[in-house]
């Protein structure tokens, strides 16, 4: 497709020359008009800088890219992303809010590909060749959507993947598994705290309680990072895990990861039923939540899941919002709310080598043609999609 299409540039003399382009799907942040949210276009392929690459984008993660512009219609779809909940009420949210409160559709940007290009400046002896398959850590220039085409300013936010990880799983690896897997390696750090505070307790009285709140992408991840993690570090049987489950396919989901306890947050319930039946199947108050959650009311509740001293991890996304609404809540609890941010480029190396060689298995996944992106946001936003979704771009498997 790309080098079938051109378009005319003025090279400043009054010639014109023909630039290649190639496509672009672009998805923002759903606002209460979810269809409006996929953009598909034609954009110029940039040339490759001297010192990076130029990536032929195979698979996608379905993840939006916040809108840019402080237009009133960027404004309504952050302002739905982040809707508040009264927790004390009973108010259903729409299905464009739906996959946010899950996770199942979140802010990142996530791709797996070849490598189509090197820069002419690149070393003969680099560790990456033209047709090698690799995904992408996020940076700061990355673009506004996903070009058949993407150019990678340096070497250094390339990570090779090998033969035998599926494009499609691969593409789940740098923002939503990597923001789960920074997150679980938060949690350790507090969790080692707390069992050097309890050494000299029982085994059952120093044992650390965990809850991971949502079934989406991020909570799925997550909870096998965990079971993996705290496992291979000797402290699985001081650690309890429970998932706090969103929806009914979410409770399913989560319910066939062993030696996890699972706790289906029904919205119809009021809150402290909620909050009560989370602390008998936790066992009571939990030590750590890592909440995936991007609204008040399920901060709330996880704060009042939480024992006195607790720790809450959020996502930086959200913490700007988030945090200033329950400082006082929190300090008079004498808990922290403490925002996770993406892991490092070394964490996705680790991850793709622990995912590759099966030590975590990915969470379930649907994988759709990228020309059916719009009919896929609808269905993550209306929790009909289990799991990740994932757009393929072109098809070299």
Not at 189 to 215: A, H
Not at 289 to 310: A, E, K, P, Q, Y
Not at 340 to 349: A, D, F
């Amino acid at each position: 497709m790309a080098a079938e299409i051109y378009s005319k540039q003025c090279d400043g003399n009054d010639h014109f020359k023909m630039n290649k382009l190639c496509r672009q799907l672009s998805i923002e942040s759903p606002g209460s008009v979810v269809k409006n949210c996929v953009f598909n276009f034609y954009v110029p392929i940039q040339d490759t800088p001297p010192k990076g690459a130029r990536i032929k984008i195979v698979c996608a993660g379905a993840c939006y890219k916040r809108n840019r512009s402080a237009s009133i219609s960027s404004m309504s779809s952050v302002s739905s992303e982040l809707s508040d909940y009264n927790p004390t009420t009973t108010q259903q949210s729409s299905p464009a809010h739906q996959g946010f409160r899950e996770g199942s559709l979140f802010s990142g940007f996530e791709v797996a590909g070849v490598i189509d290009c090197l820069g002419t400046e690149v070393d003969s002896d680099c560790h990456l060749k033209i047709g090698q398959r690799v995904i992408v850590y996020p940076f700061d220039e990355d673009p506004a959507g996903y070009a058949e085409l993407m150019v990678i300013p340096d070497l250094k936010y390339i990570v090779p993947i090998p033969d035998e990880l599926p494009m499609c799983v691969a593409a789940m690896l740098p923002t939503g598994a990597l923001l789960a897997m920074n997150a679980v390696f938060k949690a350790h750090s507090v969790v080692t705290k707390i069992l050097e505070e309890r050494k000299e307790r029982c085994v059952e009285e120093k044992k650390c309680k965990i809850l991971i709140v949502g079934t989406g992408g991020l909570a799925l991840w997550a909870v096998r990072i965990a079971s993996y993690h705290f496992a291979t570090s000797g402290a699985n049987n001081l650690v309890d895990i429970t998932v706090a489950s969103l929806r009914d396919e979410g409770f399913r989901l989560a319910t066939e990861i062993k030696n996890v306890s699972v706790v289906q947050w029904n919205e119809c319930l009021y809150e402290p039923q909620l909050i009560e039946r989370t602390k008998n199947v936790c066992g009571g108050a939990v030590d750590v939540v890592i909440d995936f959650g991007t609204t008040s009311r399920s901060l709330h509740r996880s704060i009042n899941c939480l024992s006195m001293g607790g720790v809450v991890l959020i996502s930086e996304e959200v913490a700007e919002k988030l945090l200033p609404k329950f400082a006082r809540l929190s300090s008079e609890n004498q808990q922290e709310i403490i925002p996770i941010s993406n892991g490092s480029i070394q964490q996705l190396h680790d991850l793709v080598e622990l995912v590759a060689n099966k030590k975590i298995q990915p969470p379930p996944y649907s994988v759709f043609p990228c020309d059916q992106a719009s009919d896929v946001v609808q269905k993550l936003c209306n929790s009909e999609i289990p799991g990740r979704a994932i757009l393929r771009f072109h098809d070299i498997e």
